[in-house]
């Protein structure tokens, strides 16, 4: 232990031993997590049987399979054709042209009299190439010599015809059968058989498919079709292959897909773990780098390097069907641990901590949702908070024992809180096992505090407030030590420290040890109790003693002190302040009687030995040690006459440079000053003389 805190001193500011601890943290997390953020691989070939059921550890997309299915929805989308109403205008039009045409031909014919070959040149010059395929010579020069009246009649029933057929939708597929059509609409015509057969011929040719390919709209039906497929996913926890199955072609695809091959060698889980540890570590790498030494951040390491071993310990334990062990692991005691030796905010840090890496470290167990555990995350966090927050005030044993019942108690709340949000139908006995558990956590997070934290006391040699309460007991043995044999010394010294008590309170200093410190500051007036004033009832030896023997006696009860300390084993900080409280202040009664006397001394033989007040604690503790002497030694003190004092003993420590080595500032020793007054003005009030005692006196009187 001694080596420990030897190597912890002289280390404590030292950035290389702050990094290596940091470089620890990170590595004992990084390598206990990975093993269970880790997937686990398999061992096996294309048509190999499984030896076992294997399930999908995550949810991921089957890109391929999606795409199988966006294909087969898109091929079976028909193409979509857009009709045209414009091809019905346009093929009336032309057939209309055509009797038109025809007509005109003959009337400049008939008016030139011009030969028949003229008239069919004539047309042809006029019509599309292609319309003299769809009728012979002969027909052609038949129509050219109808009658304007057959003609004009032929042009009605034509347009007509190509007018009603092509306002419906005609496809490629239907064009023999509109033609049809149109011809059956000019079987009634009022026209020669021959000349009939002739217009039904070009009707026919005028109708044409009026629908047309959209490659835009059927394009965009497929896309949104496409877009209504669902994506193919392997849920996590779906049962990929069973016991005794066929490893297929799709299986094994699927099996790649979720990395559980061992031929798969994915960096993905390393770079998402570092990340994570990185984050977890940044506010430890921000608290202990601004405001702790490297004691309290080796203290902090080993107390989360225990809670991480013990989580792994119980991790280990045979799982049942539907519990699991999570819900055991006391998390409670690091929060406490860390709560009584390093403070508050650095207790809800660590239960933030543990609380992830216990869901990252069983997260394998019954009703893992993904990587992280949520509800075991959210039990873990509780569970160490409300240990941290039950510990806020009068920190002892007992109080430890009681945080861990309080810490019990909330784990079973929760637990059925858990149970019946999600409406699980537990048999009796999986729900006692779960309260069961939550009761031996909390239990277990009160034995494991109370047994971890005198060894931690001993090896970081940390004063906490729980062993400071301990040290305060009057049951002490040195308090009864000073009790019994200098019971004036054990009055001043209880006057003391309520005086550096409200003191240091109210500069944000540590009441508790300055008050438990001024308990045993004069324990060295126990071994010569006589010679100090406070327990003299009869005399006062220093009357038959030379100047410089009874300096002697006074200076030696600092030793005296110190030496007691160390034999019980007290404390480091409270043998400072004993040590300390005198610093190297001048004796001065008896320096200015040996002056007196002989005419020359050498002031430092007078002086304590010092050191002098390294601490705002022990500056306090100085200062109001020899306020209440000073005080208590006035006959009739008032409140002007104890605030004159309480200043002049201030001044005179500034003076004497007493307070050059402590960090207390002016503004802080105001406060203290005006804390002094107000606590001996609250002891020596004025009283009330009673009716018996004004009696008394005018009787002797």
């Known amino acids: 232990m001694e080596r420990i805190r030897f190597f912890l001193k002289h280390t404590s500011r030292v950035r290389f031993v702050r990094y290596l601890l ?73 057939i209309s042209s055509l009797f038109t045409a025809i007509v005109d031909i003959q009337e400049q014919a008939k008016r030139e009299n011009e030969v028949e070959t003229d008239m069919v040149g004539a047309l042809q010059e006029r019509l599309p190439p292609e319309w003299f395929s769809y009728l012979s010579a002969n027909e052609w020069e038949a129509l050219l010599h109808a009658a304007p009246e057959d003609i004009k009649t032929a042009k009605e029933a034509a347009v007509t015809a190509v007018h009603l057929i092509m306002r419906e939708r005609i496809t490629q597929e239907e064009l023999d059968r509109a033609r049809e059509k149109a011809a059956d609409e000019l079987k009634y015509a009022m026209l020669s058989p021959s000349l009939k057969e002739i217009v039904i011929k070009l009707t026919k040719q005028a109708v044409i498919p009026n629908v047309v390919y959209d490659r835009a709209a059927t394009e965009e039906k497929r896309r949104q079709v496409m877009d209504e497929v669902k994506p193919v996913k392997i849920l996590q926890g779906q049962v990929i292959v069973e016991e005794g199955q066929f490893i297929t072609n799709e299986i094994y695809h699927q099996l790649q897909l979720a990395g559980l091959l061992q031929n798969d060698h994915s960096f993905h889980p390393l770079i998402g773990l570092s990340m994570l540890v990185l984050l977890l570590l940044s506010p430890l790498v921000y608290y202990f780098g601004r405001e702790r030494t490297n004691t309290d951040l080796f203290l902090f390491t080993t107390i989360f390097t225990i809670t991480m071993l013990i989580m792994e310990l119980v ?68 569970s160490g908070l409300a240990g941290s ?11 430890i024992w009681q945080a861990g019942l309080f810490v019990a108690f909330i784990n079973m709340v929760l637990i059925l809180a858990m149970i019946l949000l999600k409406n699980g139908h537990y048999s009796l006995s999986e729900i006692g096992m779960f309260l069961l558990m939550a009761l031996a956590s909390g239990i277990f997070s009160a034995i494991l505090t109370i047994g971890l934290l005198p060894m931690l ?56 040890l300055a008050r438990v410190a001024c308990y045993y500051h004069d324990i060295g007036k126990t071994k010569r109790p006589r010679y100090f004033i406070e327990n003299q009832i009869s005399g006062n030896p220093h009357d038959h003693l030379s100047p410089q023997l009874s300096k002697n006696i006074i200076l030696a009860h600092v030793a005296d002190g110190v030496a007691i300390l160390k034999k019980h084993r007290m404390p480091k900080e409270i043998i400072d302040i004993a040590e300390q409280h005198h610093g190297t202040t001048l004796l001065k009664y008896f320096y200015h009687k040996a002056l007196e006397q002989t005419g020359f001394v050498l002031e430092e033989e007078f002086r304590y030995p010092g050191p002098k007040p390294q601490t705002k604690e022990a500056a306090i503790v100085s200062i109001a040690d020899s306020v209440e002497a000073a005080v208590r030694s006035l006959s009739s003190p008032s409140q002007e006459k104890i605030e004159k004092i309480v200043r002049a003993i201030i001044a005179d420590r500034l003076q004497d440079n007493q307070l050059n080595e402590c960090d207390i500032t002016l503004k802080e020793l105001e406060i203290v000053a005006r804390s002094f007054c107000e606590t001996l003005n609250g002891v020596f009030h004025s009283r009330i003389e009673y009716p018996e005692i004004r009696k008394e006196k005018v009787k002797h009187a």
């Open 22 to 94: 940091f470089l620890f943290l990170g590595l004992m997390l990084f390598s206990v997590l990975y093993w269970h953020v880790k997937p686990r691989q398999y061992e096996l070939r294309l048509f190999d049987v499984a030896k076992e059921t294997i399930r999908s550890p995550i949810t991921i997309e089957d890109k391929e399979a999606t795409e199988r299915l966006k294909e087969e929805a898109a091929n079976k989308v028909a193409d979509i054709y857009t009709l045209k109403k414009e091809y019905a205008e346009n093929r009336v039009d032309l």
């Open 315 to 382: 991790r280990l334990l045979p799982q049942g069907d539907t519990v699991s062990t999570g819900y055991l692991v006391p998390i409670a005691f690091g929060t406490m641990l860390v709560r009584i030796l390093l403070g508050e905010r650095i207790a809800i840090m660590t239960a933030i901590l543990c609380a992830v890496c216990g869901s990252l470290m069983f997260n394998e167990e019954i009703g893992a949702n993904g990587t992280v555990q949520v509800s075991l995350a959210i039990y873990l966090l509780t």
């Open 389 to 399: 927050f039950f510990l806020h005030q009068q920190l002892r044993k007992a109080k």
């Open 457 to 512: 006391e001993a090896a970081f040699g940390i004063l906490s407030s729980i062993r400071l309460i301990e040290l305060s007991n009057p049951n002490h043995p040195l308090l009864r030590k000073i009790l019994i044999e200098a019971p004036g010394t054990y009055h001043h010294s209880i006057m003391v420290a309520n005086l550096a008590e409200a003191a240091c309170e109210a500069i944000g200093a540590n009441g508790l």
